[in-house]
């Protein structure tokens, strides 16, 4: 029957005179652009990397283009005002901007961090370190009401210390905190990588302690964009998520020599070997989902996050800033 069918569907054609191409003679369909600001280029986001550099976006037909926000503020003021398509950052940012009013609120779609990706580094090697260590001291925190420095301050409370209790310096802007620490500021400070590897190289700084291990897992990261581009690109939405759901399929299916050496291109003023210490270092923290679906019971955490911090008066339904349908097809793929 389906021959048949064939045969008749060839002999309309000829005679009505249409000619069908091979699909190698076809067009290729061109891609569709998109632009993508992340809170900051780092390692941390290794899955996202991944995809960049392996071609899953191109896989996916979509030409990406990235840019990094200095900041979740700037990340959000970025995605509010139409300068980027979807906004990679914590989201909290999100939750300020539906606290607020906003009319066309950001939608998290898919999370890609677990675990929170940052450092406690000291000016000594301190291998019995116990959080009380840092009553009394000056610590080079975070941006007030970040995830970077909320998270630091939950890990505190949870420890029994009143953030209080601790001199935390809030002002220094997000990625100098490093340069300022080198620089002689603080007795300790709280670093992303390659921040705080290179405090270590340099030999003024040492590692003391995981605030990822520390918090436990917390939706540290993921992507959102206006609900009324969602609504309008759900195609272009579902092919961004497949492509990054491919890129966390690769992390946790290789050694962080392989990723290392996938994703350097990223990072052209970092060496390989750097690269694969600090991959191996957010590798064994268990940094990364398996799958990109943010779930309520994630979303509750961040929450109490925000409650223990003080930034959040009154709570938001998960209903309103979160969808998993792109993240549940991404993963059946």
């Known amino acids: 029957m389906k021959r048949k069918f064939i045969s008749l569907l060839t002999t309309a054609l000829l005679l009505t005179g249409t000619v069908l191409l091979p699909a190698a003679a076809e067009e290729s369909t061109p891609l569709q652009e ?9 390692i941390f986001y290794a899955p996202q990397y991944a995809a960049i ?16 926000g200095f900041g979740a503020d700037k990340t959000m003021t970025a995605l509010l005002s139409g300068d980027a398509d979807i906004g990679f950052m914590g989201s909290e940012a999100s939750i300020y901007t539906y606290s607020g ?10 999370q890609l961090t677990q675990r929170a990706g940052n450092f406690l580094v000291a000016r000594q090697e301190m291998p019995d370190f116990e959080w009380s260590d840092l009553i009394g001291k000056d610590v080079l ?8 420095e909320m998270v630091f301050e939950y890990i505190l409370m949870e420890n029994g210390i009143e953030p209080s209790e601790v001199n935390i310096d809030q002002s220094i802007d997000f990625g100098s905190t490093a340069a300022a620490f080198s620089g002689g500021q603080g007795e300790f400070t709280v670093e992303f990588e390659p921040g705080a590897t290179s405090l270590e190289q340099e030999g003024v700084g040492y590692v003391v302690a995981s605030l990822g291990t520390d918090s436990g897992y917390v939706p540290y990261t993921a992507y959102c964009a206006k609900e009324s581009f969602i609504q309008e690109n759900p195609e272009l939405i579902q092919g961004f998520t497949n492509a990054l759901q491919k ?22 003023e970092t060496d390989v070997e750097t690269i694969t210490a600090i991959v191996t270092r957010y590798y064994e923290q268990d940094t990364w989902k398996e799958d990109l679906i943010f779930e309520k019971e994630s979303f509750e ?33």
């Open 141 to 148: 925190g975070g941006r007030k009401g970040g995830m970077p």
């Open 53 to 68: 550099e392996l071609g899953y976006f191109q896989e996916e037909g979509i030409e990406l283009t990235l840019v990094n």
């Open 247 to 268: 890129g966390m399929d690769y992390v946790n299916s290789h050694t962080p020599e392989e990723i290392a050496a996938v994703i350097a291109p990223q990072f052209p």
């Open 101 to 110: 009013g906003a009319a066309d609120a950001p939608v998290n779609f898919a």
């Open 301 to 333: 955490l961040l929450q109490d996050i925000l409650e223990s911090a003080q930034e959040l008066t009154e709570r938001v339904p998960y209903e309103a800033l979160v969808t998993t349908e792109f993240a549940e097809k991404a993963a059946k793929k």
């Open 34 to 42: 998109l632009t993508l600001n992340e809170v900051a280029h780092s």
